[in-house]
């Protein structure tokens, strides 16, 4: 499978799994363009991506004081947010910024755990805004669960990406698995509010490869998957991804 193919076929279950999204699919999509315009500032002119960076801190800010500028933050919920949230919410951009800083100046990991940090700081930051903003919750938990759900997403870039030896792909491999075990082992009183990423978390474990010599990812029959995901959320109950197959059917329980 190429690199252009994969990125296809988990970009369609991206896809996928907002068409079970509900109330959320408007705060999904504006969170992913949100990470993307911040995704794109590292790729810019290195003065460039500086202004463009302080700019959307103070926007962040603007945001948090009711008076967003751009469509994108415009889009994101409004409220009278406790100073409590407030500081969550900016705990998380604040993180996010961090990791862009780290790309502006050429930071490369150097060990598994400053990889995950980075993880973390990039993709766990707006999961765990997303996860709050979800659940109207900002504890522990919605922490954990976001971060998770980072990790997920960011070992997922990795594995589609190079890698220096069979030994490091097999390591990513891992802590993806762990990753996704801990999403979909969630039992807790707001988990039918997280459903699209517990979708999404079983999507990209029904791609999974049985090993590292193996490519990533796996094809399966996405809507099928998709499908059968959303059953088992809804039930609060684990699912074996792999089990389902392109005979399952949207239209019986």
């Given at each position: 499978?190429?690199?252009?193919?994969s990125?296809?076929?988990?970009a369609?279950?991206a896809?996928?799994?907002?068409e079970?999204?509900?109330?959320?699919r408007?705060?999904l999509q504006t969170?992913?363009?949100l990470?993307a315009?911040?995704?794109?500032?590292?790729?810019?002119?290195?003065?460039?991506?500086?202004?463009?960076?302080q700019?959307?801190?103070e926007?962040?800010?603007?945001?948090?004081a009711?008076?967003?500028?751009?469509?994108?933050?415009?889009?994101l919920?409004?409220?009278?947010?406790s100073?409590?949230?407030?500081?969550?919410f900016?705990?998380?951009?604040r993180?996010?910024?961090q990791?862009?800083?780290?790309?502006?100046?050429g930071?490369?990991?150097?060990?598994?755990?400053?990889?995950?940090?980075?993880?973390?700081?990039?993709?766990?930051s707006?999961?765990?805004l997303?996860v709050?903003?979800m659940?109207?919750?900002e504890?522990?938990?919605?922490?954990?669960?976001g971060?998770?759900?980072?990790?997920?997403?960011?070992?997922?870039?990795?594995?589609?990406?190079?890698?220096?030896?069979?030994e490091?792909?097999r390591?990513?491999?891992?802590?993806?698995?762990?990753?996704?075990a801990a999403?979909l082992?969630?039992?807790?009183?707001?988990?039918?509010?997280?459903?699209?990423?517990?979708?999404?978390?079983?999507?990209?474990q029904?791609r999974?490869?049985?090993d590292?010599?193996?490519?990533?990812p796996?094809?399966?029959a996405a809507?099928?998957?998709?499908?059968?995901?959303?059953?088992?959320?809804?039930r609060?109950?684990?699912?074996?991804?792999?089990?389902?197959?392109?005979?399952?059917?949207?239209?019986?329980?």
């Amino acid at each position: 499978m190429t690199a252009t193919t994969s990125s296809t076929a988990l970009a369609l279950d991206a896809s996928l799994a907002l068409e079970f999204a509900g109330e959320h699919r408007d705060l999904l999509q504006t969170l992913a363009a949100l990470d993307a315009a911040f995704a794109e500032i590292p790729r810019l002119d290195h003065a460039v991506a500086h202004t463009k960076l302080q700019w959307w801190r103070e926007e962040i800010a603007r945001w948090l004081a009711g008076a967003a500028r751009h469509p994108l933050t415009i889009a994101l919920p409004k409220g009278a947010y406790s100073p409590r949230r407030q500081a969550h919410f900016e705990a998380c951009f604040r993180a996010r910024f961090q990791a862009v800083d780290l790309e502006l100046i050429g930071f490369a990991p150097a060990t598994r755990e400053e990889a995950l940090t980075l993880i973390d700081r990039r993709e766990g930051s707006l999961a765990t805004l997303s996860v709050s903003l979800m659940t109207g919750l900002e504890d522990p938990p919605v922490t954990a669960f976001g971060r998770q759900l980072g990790r997920a997403r960011g070992l997922r870039t990795c594995l589609l990406g190079a890698f220096d030896s069979l030994e490091e792909r097999r390591r990513q491999l891992d802590d993806l698995r762990e990753a996704l075990a801990a999403l979909l082992a969630l039992r807790s009183p707001w988990r039918h509010r997280v459903i699209p990423h517990l979708i999404e978390a079983t999507l990209l474990q029904s791609r999974l490869p049985q090993d590292a010599t193996q490519p990533f990812p796996t094809p399966r029959a996405a809507l099928a998957q998709c499908w059968r995901a959303w059953r088992c959320a809804r039930r609060g109950r684990p699912t074996d991804a792999t089990a389902a197959s392109s005979t399952d059917s949207p239209v019986s329980e």
